[in-house]
């Protein structure tokens, strides 16, 4: 029987959703017959991978440690196999400014922004309003906050409980629909429209059940929605990532534009009962079994 190791929870701001992940993920995995160890490194020393000796480990981290290439370099040294992107693809993808530079040397339009020390951003108008705050590598949007005016820019000031070093990434604000792109085998298999009536599609609006509605098929038009594919695969591609990916996009279709940008790729996509992948999957016709038993057997190293 193989023997799968399943890294969950962790130290990072999305522990929750990665434990929620876990689980989910280690049921599915015993019901196609695996041996399953469940392993929270909050609780355990990593080394003790080593001392377990799975088969194949099932990365089921969310955000920092988990997904920027930390884990994945472990895993590499201890040599044993593991899901989802290798380390590389990983970190380039956390860094969402680093990322959109490549993704923009591939012809895909980003959201057009720029990295500020915080002091430096706190105490200038750095552009115009408005705009995007955002760390510069948490995922789940963790610690966004859009700023529409000076009163915001202010309040964010007054409030400032900021814990994400010492950078901010500032991003122009595009009105419109938000998107998101489910890569899978390395295809692009759908996408989905995201209504959410906070300010911000933020942690809570992704992770708290009725907080946003989803549309699949997304209500745009055939020619957009083949766009957003062939975004979120050529995004996919240009990293280099493996396993699973979503691409998040915004569609100006307010301003009379009519353009898509391309706002981050996640390499470690949620998947809890409400999260948007295994979603887009189960619309596609693939049930949640199958994207874990084929996580499983596209596992490995030197990724």
């Not at 290798?86 to 057009?112: P, R, W, Y």
């Not at 298999?189 to 609006?205: N, R």
């Amino acid at each position: 029987m193989i023997h799968v190791l399943v890294l969950m929870g962790g130290n990072s701001a999305e522990r929750e959703v990665s434990l929620r992940t876990g689980l989910e993920v280690s049921k599915s995995l015993k019901n196609l017959g695996f041996k399953v160890t469940k392993f929270d490194p909050s609780n355990e020393q990593l080394s003790q991978i080593q001392v377990i000796s799975p088969d194949i480990v099932f990365n089921a981290l969310h955000g920092r440690f988990g997904e920027d290439g930390f884990i994945q370099g472990l895993l590499e040294t201890y040599k044993i196999p593991y899901t989802h992107s290798g380390v590389l693809a990983s970190a380039l993808a956390m860094d969402k400014f680093f990322s959109k530079k490549i993704f923009e040397s591939v012809g895909i339009k980003c959201t057009s922004g720029d990295v500020f020390v915080l002091d430096d951003f706190l105490s200038n108008e750095v552009m115009d309003f408005p705009y995007v705050v955002k760390p510069i590598n948490e995922g789940s949007s963790v610690g966004v906050n859009i700023i529409f005016n000076k009163e915001d820019k202010i309040n964010f000031k007054n409030n400032n409980n900021w814990s994400f070093g010492k950078k901010i990434l500032v991003e122009k604000y595009i009105p419109g629909k938000e998107l998101t792109v489910a890569i899978f085998k390395d295809k692009a298999i759908g996408v989905t429209e995201i209504e959410y009536h906070s300010k911000v599609y933020d942690y809570h609006a992704k992770y708290q059940k009725n907080s946003s509605k989803h549309y699949i098929p997304a209500n745009i038009s055939t020619n957009k929605y083949n766009e957003a594919l062939d975004i979120g695969i050529r995004a996919h591609r240009s990293l280099g990532c493996r396993g699973i990916t979503r691409a998040d996009i915004r569609y100006d279709s307010n301003s009379g534009l009519d353009e898509l940008y391309l706002m981050e790729l996640n390499t470690q996509p949620g998947l809890t009962p409400i999260s948007l992948f295994p979603e887009i999957a189960s619309y596609a016709g693939i049930n949640f079994d199958e994207i874990v038993d084929w996580l499983i057997r596209d596992a490995g190293c030197n990724k």
